[in-house]
């Protein structure tokens, strides 16, 4: 029973971070120069457009796989909670085409800026827990573990 245990718990991570580490950082590796082109739309700068993707990468990695690991996983939600919403409000400014009503770009980029945010929330969960109580454990120590493989919960004695 604990292996199936384990099996979902890592499936559920997975499942989480599934856009990010396969998908969108292999897309950004493969097509470096377009994705800097894309960037380069909302910040007007090649240098910085370059630097954004390169940190991305470094985030859509880096984070995904501690939240895989159970290794220093909280804090690494907490990064990706927030680099959902900061890539939610700079490409997919749904208010930006101006044709949300009538069912045009706009309209799409919304659901998509929605995603973001619900992704958000469930790295928050990671990082916070599911009940105020747990908001406690991420402040005492903000680079600790979930321990989320472990099959007896780690903060009882």
């Not at 894309?38 to 880096?62: D, F, K, N, S």
């Not at 749904?94 to 770009?105: A, H, I, K, R």
Request: charged content about 10%; aromatic content about 12%; glycine content about 12%.
């Amino acid at each position: 029973m604990a292996s199936l245990s384990v099996a979902i718990a890592f499936g559920v991570r997975l499942l989480l971070v599934l856009l990010f580490l396969p998908f969108s950082a292999l897309d950004k590796i493969l097509n470096f120069r377009g994705a800097v082109g894309q960037a380069r739309e909302a910040v007007h700068a090649t240098a910085a457009a370059t630097a954004l993707i390169l940190m991305g990468l470094a985030v859509e990695i880096g984070m995904s796989l501690c939240i895989l690991t159970g290794t220093a996983d909280r804090a690494a939600a907490f990064v990706m909670a927030g680099y959902c919403g900061v890539t939610a409000l700079l490409w997919k400014q749904f208010w930006v085409p101006g044709d949300f009503w009538t069912g045009g770009q706009g309209r799409a980029l919304f659901w998509d800026f929605l995603k973001n945010f619900a992704l958000a929330g469930g790295f928050l969960l990671i990082t916070f827990g599911t009940g105020a109580g747990t908001v406690e454990n991420f402040l005492a120590d903000p680079l600790g573990s979930t321990h989320p493989y472990a099959t007896v919960d780690p903060s009882r004695p």
